[in-house]
Structure formats: structure tokens, C-alpha cells
């Protein structure tokens, strides 16, 4: 069964451009969940999708946006990009939604977005 | 507000030891507590989890334990393997918000031949 795929793996953009990364969920899994990475800030709860719809969003600003297609897959959307988002970000999916035992969170190999 | 804290960054032990990684938590409405493993270039794994209902739960190495009125809890690796070196992250979860899990900060556990 293959994992959680990210595309691309690593990004280089300039301060004020955009980007767009992708994710594939695990066949089946329904809710795909997005996190960023920084140091020393463990991994922060940006938004999740379930069923092309978004249950959860974390605190972080309207530049950070997504989407679901009807296949699952998800995209995650920065605008005006600032140097602050340099970062990993991971893509989650889960069956039915939910971090207990019985549905946990499988983990992408992330984007690494560099910020210039 | 870091509703779940890992005061260690980095933790080396010796292979055949056991290994203790802490994490203390602010928010009694969390259900459940889980540990992910995470090695480098790769996403976090799962490894263990425990409801908030009981103060151990246990599989294989690995057994994680939850004392609720300290709200801590920790994850007791024995023995250590050198394989089980990696950052390890304590996170928390309530049934009511989905997917959206609270980490914390991680430990990195190296494991010493």
C-alpha cells in the first residue's frame, strides 16, 4: 500500500511569490491534514480537509489556504510569501479523521519550502 | 500558549538501557496522548498511543504512561537499540477536533553501540 506522497520534495521561493504544494493521501484515507515544521516549534496544526471540506484550521493567517479534490488528494496554497514560512510541511492522512489509536496520522516526507 | 511541552531536547543513552522521554501537558480536555518517531528526511511515524482513561498502555520496547493529576506522561524505551535513535514527539489530541493533533517541541534520542 503506498504511503503519503508530497510534491515536490524541496522549493526554493522569493519573498512575495506563491506556492502551491501537493499531497496524496493514502487510497481510502478520507481526511488529510496539513502541519508546518520549524525548529525548535515541533509541528504547528495548519488546516484539515475531509470529504473537499475543511473541518479543523489552526492560527495561522488567511495567506495559508486549501483545498481537497474529490480523489482526496489535497493541495496547500501560500501567498505573498514571507521569510518567516521557511519551513517542512507536512501532509497527514487518516481514515476517517482523528489522532486516537483506532485512526492515526500517517505521515508524507514533507516539502521543505525555502524562503529567500 | 504550548499546551504540550518536551523540556528535553536530546536525550543519549546506552544500547541495552532503557530509555525515558517526558512530556507535560496544560489541557485536561486532550482524550488521547500519542508518540511519533521522526528520523531525518522523513515524515513522523507512529508509534504508541494511550486514552486518557488509563495510565499505561504498552507494545513491545515500548510502554508509554500517563499520570493524569501531574498531567505527564513519558515514553520508556528497553532496551534502547541504536535503530531507535531518531526525535521522538509527544502529542496530544481531543475527540472533538478532528485531525488537529498539539505537538510538542520533540526530543532527539540518540541510542550509543
Known amino acids: 500500500k503506498a504511503g503519503v506522497t508530497q510534491t515536490p520534495r524541496y522549493l526554493i521561493k522569493t519573498r512575495g511569490q506563491q506556492v502551491t504544494l501537493s499531497c496524496s493521501p493514502i487510497?481510502?484515507?478520507?481526511?488529510v491534514s496539513w502541519y508546518q515544521q520549524t525548529p525548535g516549534q515541533g509541528l504547528q496544526f495548519l488546516f484539515e480537509?475531509?470529504?473537499?471540506?475543511?473541518?479543523n484550521k489552526g492560527n495561522f493567517p488567511g495567506r495559508f489556504s486549501g483545498r481537497q479534490f474529490s480523489n482526496s488528494r489535497s493541495e496547500m496554497n501560500v501567498s505573498t510569501l514571507e521569510l518567516g514560512d521557511s519551513a517542512l510541511y507536512l501532509c497527514?492522512?487518516?481514515?476517517?479523521?482523528?489522532?486516537?489509536?483506532?485512526?492515526?496520522?500517517?505521515f508524507g516526507n514533507g516539502t521543505r519550502l525555502t524562503v529567500t | 500558549d504550548q499546551q504540550v511541552k518536551q523540556n528535553s531536547p536530546s536525550l543519549s543513552v546506552q544500547e541495552g538501557r532503557i530509555s525515558i522521554l517526558n512530556c507535560d501537558y496544560t489541557?485536561?480536555?486532550?482524550?488521547?496522548f500519542l508518540w511519533y518517531k521522526k528520523y531525518p528526511a522523513e515524515g513522523p511515524t507512529f508509534l504508541i498511543s494511550?486514552?486518557?482513561?488509563?495510565d499505561k498502555n504498552e507494545d513491545g520496547r515500548f510502554t508509554v504512561f500517563l499520570n493524569k493529576s501531574a498531567k505527564h506522561l513519558s515514553l520508556h524505551i528497553v532496551p534502547s537499540q541504536p535503530g531507535d535513535s531518531a526525535v521522538y514527539f509527544c502529542?496530544?489530541?481531543?475527540?472533538?477536533?478532528?485531525?488537529?493533533?498539539?505537538f510538542g517541541e520533540g526530543t532527539q534520542l540518540t541510542v550509543n553501540p
Open positions: 489541557n485536561s480536555m486532550f482524550d488521547y
Open positions: 494511550i486514552s486518557s482513561i488509563k
Open positions: 487510497s481510502g484515507h478520507r481526511s
Open positions: 502529542a496530544a489530541h481531543r475527540e472533538t477536533s478532528g485531525s488537529r493533533l498539539t
Open positions: 480537509y475531509f470529504s473537499e471540506t475543511q473541518r
Open positions: 497527514a492522512s487518516s481514515r476517517t479523521g482523528g489522532g486516537s489509536y483506532n485512526s492515526p496520522l500517517h
